[in-house]
């Protein structure tokens, strides 16, 4: 399974998005899709027509996965054992998700989540 994260859900949807090429390249990849609750908050923050939510949603054969308890625990966690920022305070809720879910996390940032891996993160390589 390979969750993606909020600039790629994006990419999906909208064909003049800078990410919109690295969108394509992951849903050429095995699948399925999914997306954390929290990089679909992240997505619907802005207006958006009710036919690019559907079609974003379609695209997540997988679902959207939610972030409970569990999550929170592990994220809470990733956060203090990374010194993470307020600034990627999401990040490792999305990281958590992907890594209880057993999913490869597919974002153009990789970066910002390099330092989730050695806490069991895999990160999806469509490049």
Known sequence: MI???TNLIIGVID???LHHPAARRVL?????FAASAV????FASVPL??????????LLTAGIVPFGEEAALLAG??????????????DTMIAATAILAGAELATV?????RPFVPHGLKLFDFR
């Open 3 to 5: 969750h993606l994260d």
């Open 15 to 17: 064909a003049s998005d």
């Open 28 to 32: 050429s990849g095995p699948g399925p």
């Open 39 to 42: 990089a679909w908050m992240e």
């Open 49 to 58: 027509p009710s036919l690019a939510l559907e079609a974003a949603r379609h």
């Open 77 to 90: 966690q990733l956060f203090y054992e990374t010194g993470a920022s307020r600034r990627t305070r999401l």
């Open 109 to 113: 940032n990789a970066e910002d989540f």
